[in-house]
């Protein structure tokens, strides 16, 4: 009986494996794109999170949403074939502060459960210093 149950296990064990049908890994490490120290006005708040259809079906992206309406992301409207690369585009609209925003995708991906895949992106927005080139700089004490 003990064996029955071991080959039971085993083989339920490599079917949740060897799944088919499309499968989505993402080039970001931890899924996450950092956008580090960037300045307002000076960066234009876009990022590309890469992606992998690493299964054998064709991977759908049916939607992409974020948490806010200062992200928006954009998906691929064509299905991205086995083996082939996609991109989900990002574009924050930089405001003055940290960035700590989540971007939900919606698929078909059979390695996460339900096909939805959570996307961070992080960083902070620094406002640039305006220097008045007609101000005068003090140089001592004398004036």
Known sequence: MKKVLLLCLV???LTAISQTGPKIEFKAEN??????????GVDSGIRVFEFTNTGDAP????NVQ???????????????????????????NMAVGPIRKSITV????????GGKIHLKIKGDVLEKKQVNVLEQKKTGPMQ
Request: proline share 8%; charged share 20%; net charge positive.
């Open 59 to 62: 991977l759908i992206i049916n």
């Open 66 to 92: 974020s948490t806010c309406g200062c992200t928006v992301p954009s998906r691929p409207k064509e299905p991205i074939l086995p083996g082939k690369t996609g991109q989900i585009e990002v574009k924050y």
């Open 31 to 40: 899924n996450t794109i950092d956008y580090g120290k960037v300045y307002k």
């Open 11 to 13: 083989f339920i064990s």
């Open 106 to 113: 919606e698929s078909n991906a059979v390695n996460y459960d």
